[in-house]
C-alpha cells in the first residue's frame, strides 16, 4: 500500500525563521498529497493540497509543491510565527480511492 | 462548513467494559473514518464506511466494531476495552467527488482513557 515518510521532529526554531518539513511517498498511479496541521487540543485541520503534478497548494503562508518525479510534497513557511507551533502531517491520497495514508507527524515549536 | 462532532472529547472508563465513540457529519458525507492518534505512531486507520450499513476494517480494527445505520453517524465501539486502547480517537468525514481532491474533515478528537 500507500507510505508516507515525513522528517520526525520536533522541530523548533525562532520567531520568522524559515521553516521546511520534508515529505516523500511511496504510491501507485497518481495519488493525491495534503498537509494537515493539529494544534494542541484539537483535531486535524486540511492546511493545504495539491491535485496534479507541479501544483503549489498554499495556506497561511505555508506552501508546497507537488512533485512526481521526486515523489515529495515539502512544506515550507517563510516566516514562522508562535502560533504556528504544532504538529503537522502530511497525507496521501490513494489514487483509486478515498482513504489517506498519514505521516507520523511533525512537531514544531516556534519560540519568540 | 462541515461539521463533524465527536460526542466526547475526554472520556474515562473501566477495563472490560462496553464503550460506545459517537460522531455525526451535518453535510451528506457518504465516506466516514475513525482513527487512533498514539505518539510516534501518528495516524492509524480503524474502520471505514462508504456508505449506510456498509463497513471495511482498516489497518488495525482488532478489538474494535462500528455501526453506520444512519448516513450522518458512524458509531466505533470497543466491544471489551482494554488498557492498550488508551488513545486519542479521530473521526473524519468526505465526500465523494469526481474531478476534485477532497480531503477529510475531522472532529475535534475524543481523548480516552481505559484504566
Known amino acids: 500500500g500507500d507510505s508516507v515518510t515525513q522528517m520526525e521532529g520536533p522541530v523548533t526554531l525562532s520567531e520568522e525563521a524559515f521553516l521546511t518539513i520534508n515529505c516523500t511517498y511511496t504510491?501507485?498511479?497518481?495519488?493525491?498529497p495534503f498537509w494537515y496541521v493539529q494544534y494542541p487540543g484539537e483535531g486535524l485541520q486540511l492546511l493545504l493540497k495539491a491535485t496534479k503534478a507541479d501544483d503549489k497548494g498554499s495556506n497561511k503562508g505555508f506552501e508546497a509543491t507537488y512533485r512526481k518525479e521526486t515523489t515529495s510534497f515539502h512544506l515550507e513557511k517563510g516566516s514562522v510565527q508562535v502560533s504556528d507551533s504544532a504538529v503537522y502531517f502530511c497525507a496521501l491520497r490513494e489514487a483509486a480511492g478515498n482513504k489517506l495514508t498519514f505521516g507520523g507527524g511533525t512537531r514544531v515549536l516556534v519560540k519568540p | 462548513d462541515v461539521k463533524v462532532t465527536q460526542s466526547s472529547r475526554y472520556l474515562v472508563k473501566r477495563t472490560g467494559e462496553k464503550v460506545f465513540l459517537e460522531c455525526v457529519q451535518d453535510?451528506?458525507?457518504?465516506?466516514m473514518f475513525w482513527y487512533r492518534q498514539d505518539p510516534g505512531l501518528g495516524l492509524r486507520l480503524i474502520y471505514f464506511?462508504?456508505?449506510?450499513?456498509?463497513?471495511e476494517k482498516g489497518d488495525i480494527p482488532e478489538g474494535y466494531s462500528v455501526s453506520r445505520e444512519k448516513k450522518e453517524r458512524f458509531s466505533l465501539i470497543l466491544e471489551s476495552a482494554s488498557t492498550n486502547q488508551t488513545s486519542m480517537y479521530l473521526c473524519a468525514s468526505m465526500v465523494v467527488g469526481v474531478g476534485a481532491n477532497y480531503g477529510y474533515t475531522f472532529g475535534s478528537g475524543t481523548r480516552l482513557t481505559v484504566v
Open positions: 453535510m451528506d458525507h457518504e465516506n
Open positions: 464506511s462508504y456508505d449506510v450499513k456498509m463497513k
Open positions: 504510491a501507485t498511479g497518481y495519488p493525491s
